[in-house]
């Protein structure tokens, strides 16, 4: 690695795992190959015994995809990384590689639709149990946590509804119940939160969030001890072909460059979007962490520097007046997606958390009114503007 660790973020997002060819170039080199050619027969069984380091398929390993995940390590202060396609990759082969029939494996309800699904639905064809608890409640993980279990994977802040769990706490149980400690730290990105640095063994990110943070790629990241990546992830990732495609390492690895930029001043605006929605008659109650009216707000700041870039609010007069305010607003886009520069608005009930039912949603508080803003990087004062008129005209109309 060129640059060592004692660089602060920024730094190590703009020079990070850098490796330069003989050419010199200034900007990372993108090697957009297959495959690799050996000098001779030998070196070619060398490489395969392991006796010669070369790159041999670019399945297995890729310079431009390596110089991802070192800077990706080096941000995170990380042993390992592993990068994949995309997030729902990076949380399958986690689990996939880690688990096996008979396993147990707690999770926190509130989930990432496709998260849920693995849990819920894939994991259990392979005979491995998947538990659920209201990750808010310490309680039910110490029940969940009092039998033997292999592995834990929650999401703090959850989305949409911005639940907090206490990263410590959960980690110190699972590890009397021999569990490895998944987060899944999408809704803070690795600036705002480092899981690995409050107990957690395992941080998995979708970079199609705010890495990328302009909405161009997919790609996920698995970031851990040296050992369970080399040993237990790796083979399962090698054999089983995520890859990630080198040329989007090398849009990540430009996203990186500016990721602190940008999740700061998004996080800015974000602070000043739901001040002023709280604000706002027809606004039943605005979720965000730094909020003190945030229900975990104490959590949220111990373990998170700022609040990030999603604002989830409650329309009074459920999913029509829901509807109306996002119909009506100008600038802010309508997407399910989230970590974009543009600002986007998603109704859940009715998209990302359609298919988990009624049931499941009433008791993740997912009402029929609420609104998840991602907040982007245009002019904040635009942005209260866009909510102002489309606020107003919802009370017009009402
Ligand atoms: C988007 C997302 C994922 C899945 O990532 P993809 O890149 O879409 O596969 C997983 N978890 C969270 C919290 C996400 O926001």
């Known amino acids: 690695m060129t640059v060592p660790p004692r660089f602060r973020p920024a730094t190590l997002l ?68 592993r990068v994949t396609a995309t997030g729902m990759a990076a949380v399958h082969a986690t689990l996939m590689s880690h688990l096996k029939r008979g396993d147990r494996l707690v999770a926190s309800r509130a989930l990432f639709g496709s998260c849920h699904w693995i849990v819920s639905t894939l994991l259990p064809r392979y005979g491995i149990e998947g538990v659920f608890v209201d990750g808010g409640d310490l309680e039910q993980w110490r029940t969940a946590l009092s039998k033997p279990t292999q592995m834990v994977l929650l999401e703090t802040p959850s989305n949409p509804m911005l639940d907090i769990i206490d990263l410590a706490a959960v980690s110190e149980l699972a590890h009397k119940a021999g569990a490895l400690v998944a987060v899944d730290n999408v809704f803070a990105t690795p600036l705002l939160q480092q899981p690995l640095t409050l107990g957690a063994d395992i941080v998995i990110y979708s970079c199609t969030k705010h890495i990328d943070g302009q909405g161009r790629v997919l790609g996920g990241a698995v970031l851990g001890p040296r050992k369970w990546i080399e040993d237990t992830l790796q083979p399962f990732i090698r054999n089983t072909g995520p890859a990630l495609s080198p040329f989007n390492a090398w849009m990540l690895l430009k996203g990186l460059e ?10 800015a605006s974000a602070g000043a979007v739901a001040d002023f929605l709280a604000a706002q008659p027809g606004i039943v109650r605005v979720l965000y962490p730094e909020r003190s009216d945030h229900p975990q707000h104490r959590l949220a700041m111990s373990q998170m520097s700022a609040g990030g870039s999603l604002v989830t609010f409650d329309v009074a007069g459920g999913k029509d007046a829901a509807f109306k305010v996002m119909n009506a607003l100008r600038l802010v886009k309508i997407s399910n997606n989230l970590g974009d520069s543009k600002s986007l608005a998603t109704h859940p009930a009715t998209t990302t958390h359609m298919r988990i039912g009624a049931e499941e949603r009433a008791r993740l508080g997912i009402g029929d009114g609420v609104v998840r803003l991602s907040v982007g990087l245009e002019d904040a004062a635009d942005l209260l503007d866009d909510l102002a008129g489309a606020l107003a005209g919802m009370r017009d109309s009402a």
């Open 258 to 267: 500016t990721l602190p930029l940008r999740v700061n001043a998004a996080t």
């Open 14 to 81: 703009v020079h990070g795992g850098t490796e330069r060819t003989p050419y010199g170039e200034t900007s990372e080199a993108l090697f957009l190959t297959s495959g690799f050619v050996y000098d001779n027969a030998e070196q070619a069984e060398a490489t395969f015994v392991g006796t010669v380091q070369h790159y041999q398929y670019s399945r297995f390993g890729n310079p431009t995809v390596v110089m991802l995940e070192q800077r990706l390590a080096l941000l995170e202060n990380a042993e390992a990384c």
